[in-house]
């Protein structure tokens, strides 16, 4: 099982960057996958999911509105587009893949996200 996440970089407050997410080793389609974030000073924190088929998702209220979490099961692949960033939103992005509600059980090595002037 493998999940490497790419694109994350240095963003100015108020720019966009677009995270992905490349699954392989595992059944991508029947797995909910998710992004989590550590950011300084916290622990690693919700930021969304969504279902296998891609119709179900869930948003963080700290992102609802400007981030968009999608899926190409053809391409097992994972997404988040980040919008209107904020200093806050600095930290390291996880993906997740889980089987069954709950923690995932699987995680990708993360990718730095640093929004600042």
């Known amino acids: 099982v493998q999940l490497v996440e790419s694109g994350g970089g240095l963003a100015q407050p108020g720019g966009s960057l677009r995270l992905s997410c490349a699954a392989s080793?595992?059944?991508?389609?029947?797995?909910?996958m998710s992004w989590f974030r550590q950011t300084p000073g916290k622990g690693r924190e919700f930021v969304a999911i969504?279902?296998?088929?891609?119709?179900?998702?869930r948003y963080a209220d700290s992102v609802r509105g400007r981030f968009t979490i999608s899926r190409d099961n053809t391409k097992n692949a994972l997404y988040l587009q980040m919008d209107s960033l904020k200093p806050s939103d600095t930290g390291v992005y996880y993906c997740g893949a889980a089987l069954t509600p709950g923690e995932p059980d699987y995680w990708g090595q993360g990718t730095q996200v640093t929004v600042s002037s």
């Open positions: 080793g595992f059944a991508f389609s029947g797995y909910a």
């Open positions: 969504i279902g296998g088929s891609g119709l179900y998702f």
